[in-house]
């Protein structure tokens, strides 16, 4: 089972809201760990969006608008990204990353369609 | 500005050598832990390792370790990457990455928090 699961396609429409999931593998408690979150556009760098622990632990990248949100699910260990409003702008790749046993752990990304 | 510039890429047979370099510019480097990350065509990143800033801890993936040396010279604000023993496997676009600070040790560990500026990627391609 890989450290972080995500899945390999979402698709939403235009002013509608995202829901990107990362679910870590069971043994490994979402709790204790900090989500980061990637977007990578066609052709593009990779752009940090935002970290998430809790509500009193999390920060937004440089420039990232505020209608990117992270969360988490404790029921389903997953850590979650919420993008609302969708613009074209939005469709990119979408990974997931944790510090976890002294190694940086990429999800293998979510391919979000703007449709 | 932060830049990140990555050269050294190219093609290289099966089991050769190549070293990439990373110049930094824009912040202090030898205060940000910084990473080697790839990502093959059409496929997800894939961290290779990371160094702390005063280049005393590296870490790196299961599949690196042993072939792959990171290394840094801060008086250069220059990042390396030392990859031994090349496999078709390790063709990728290798971006070298900043972290977003040097890391901390709690309880005995240490953390890192998170990569934050990417280079542009340089391409190596092991091939026969």
């Known amino acids: 089972q890989p450290v972080l699961t995500q899945p390999t396609s979402l698709s939403a429409s235009p002013g509608a809201s995202a829901r990107f999931t990362c679910t870590l593998r069971?043994?490994?408690?979402?709790?204790?760990?900090?989500i980061y979150w990637y977007q990578q556009k066609p052709g593009s760098l990779p752009r940090y969006l935002l970290r998430?622990?809790?509500?009193?632990?999390?920060?937004?990248g440089s420039g990232v608008p505020s209608r990117f949100s992270g969360s988490k699910d404790a029921s389903t260990n997953a850590g979650l990204l919420l993008i609302s409003g969708l613009q074209s702008e939005d469709e990119a790749d979408y990974y997931c990353?944790?510090?976890?046993?002294?190694?940086?752990?990429f999800g293998g990304g979510t391919k979000l369609t703007v449709l | 500005d932060v830049q990140l510039v990555e050269s050294g890429g190219g093609v290289v047979q099966p089991g050769g050598s190549l070293r990439l370099s990373c110049a930094a510019s824009?912040?202090?480097?030898?205060?940000?832990?910084m990473h080697w990350v790839r990502q093959t065509p059409g496929k997800g990143l894939e961290w290779v390792g990371l160094i702390s800033g005063d280049a005393d801890r590296t870490y790196y993936a299961d599949s690196m370790k042993g072939r792959f040396t990171i290394s840094r010279d801060n008086s250069r604000n220059s990042l390396y990457l030392q990859m031994n023993s090349l496999r078709a496997e390790d063709t990728a676009l290798y971006y070298c990455?900043?972290?977003?600070?040097?890391?901390?040790?709690?309880?005995?560990?240490?953390?890192?928090?998170?990569?934050?500026?990417w280079g542009q990627g340089t391409t190596v391609t092991v091939s026969s």
């Open positions: 990353a944790i510090w976890y046993t002294s190694t940086w752990v």
């Open positions: 990455a900043k972290d977003m600070g040097p890391g901390y040790s709690y309880g005995g560990a240490y953390y890192y928090y998170g990569l934050d500026v």
């Open positions: 824009g912040f202090m480097f030898d205060d940000y832990a």
């Open positions: 069971s043994a490994i408690n979402v709790g204790s760990y900090r």
């Open positions: 998430y622990q809790s509500d009193s632990d999390k920060q937004q």
